[in-house]
């Protein structure tokens, strides 16, 4: 074989493999099994009893490695996740949907098992991103789920690309301009669901825990996410915990721009098609998913109850209840 023909097969190879990744199950990518610290009927008691649980990777065209978690058949299902979240948050919810959907949650970019990087670390960019994720996949239209920061990475693609990919699509929970002008009147803040007046304050009292003043930064998210009050959230943060090691130096670097994003344009004119809107009444930000609501056509809202546990994390503390109403949802 000639130096230039082995060349160019060597190049041929690095580019599939940039491109495809084999499937490889969870248990072996995670290195061991992991047992949950609540038994919970209807949900693994191990990692070993989510059979079907696969963790994956693609290159994007920056040349960044994004990780992702997948399982089940059907209609393809994809999940976003919020800011310095990643896919082994969302195991019971894969568990409970993969058994009618093929579920996909996509690792963002310095989040999960993802690559950290210097690079690409604002929204538009995590837009673009979930769009090569849906080519790498080969998707030709999917249901669409975005939570929290999520939410915003979907805004942003619809922005970018239109809906013509997206069948329906779901917001859980995510402000509509999280950074509050100072020439909105109250009523304005209420339906932006703005919950800082410095976003400097706000990056810093997320990532390093500097105190905030609660007329400054909201932090009742923060709250919300301390409050073990379900079996369930403990499972899936303790999972989450022992596999990923979230670097607050590289989750930091997005939170600036992701602040700073206002995304009412978007959501009065570029969002067409079946919307589920989720949210509840521990959430700060029910008054903006409620005006969301009333500019998207064809939106439902679903508004958990304090005793339902609708705060921000719904979906990982009532995830049975979750995977209902998305199905009847999607279904409908």
């Known amino acids: 074989m000639n130096i230039g023909l082995r060349a160019a097969l060597y190049a041929l190879s690095l580019f599939v493999s940039s491109c495809v990744a084999l499937a490889a199950p969870a248990i072996e990518v995670l290195g061991k099994d992991y ?23 693609f290159t994007t065209g920056d040349g960044v490695t994004l990780s992702y978690w997948e399982a089940g058949s059907g209609k393809p299902l994809v999940f976003i996740p919020g800011w310095s979240a990643n896919g082994a948050e969302f195991i019971n919810v894969m568990y409970l949907l993969s ?22 670390v604002r929204i538009s960019r995590y837009s673009m991103d979930l769009r090569e994720f ?32 997206i069948n329906k699509a779901v917001f859980v929970d995510e402000p509509v301009s999280i950074y509050s002008h100072a020439d909105w009147s109250e009523q304005e ?14 990056v810093s ?8 003043n609660q007329l400054i ?16 959230y403990v499972n899936s943060e303790a999972f989450a915990n022992e596999f990923v090691k979230t670097d607050p130096e590289y989750t930091a670097k997005v939170l600036f721009d992701h602040a700073t994003n206002d995304w009412r344009d978007v959501i009065r ?43 921000h994390f719904l979906m990982f503390k009532t995830p ?13």
């Open 99 to 120: 058994k009618r959907y093929h579920v996909y949650v996509l690792d963002p970019r310095n989040q999960g098992l993802s690559q950290r990087v210097e690079h690409g």
């Open 189 to 202: 803040r209420l339906e932006a669901g703005g919950m800082t007046s410095s976003v400097e304050r706000m």
């Open 320 to 332: 049975f209840k979750f995977a209902e109403d998305l199905r009847e949802f999607l279904e409908h």
């Open 269 to 311: 004119h570029k969002i067409d098609l079946p919307t589920a809107i989720f949210t509840g009444e521990y959430s700060n930000n029910l008054p903006s998913q409620r005006w969301m609501a009333s500019v998207i056509s064809n939106a439902r809202l679903y508004v958990y109850t304090r005793a339902e546990q609708g705060d």
């Open 134 to 165: 849906g080519d790498h996949l080969g998707l030709e239209s999917a249901d669409y789920v975005g939570w929290s920061m999520g939410a915003a990475v979907l805004w942003g693609y619809i922005d970018l690309f239109g809906t013509k990919t």
């Open 205 to 212: 009292a997320f990532t390093v825990g500097t105190p905030a």
């Open 217 to 232: 930064v909201d932090m009742k998210v923060v709250e919300r996410a301390m409050a073990k009050d379900s079996p369930c």
């Open 35 to 57: 047992v949950f610290p609540n038994k919970l009927e209807g949900l693994p008691a191990s990692l070993s009893d989510f059979t079907n649980l696969q963790i994956n990777s």
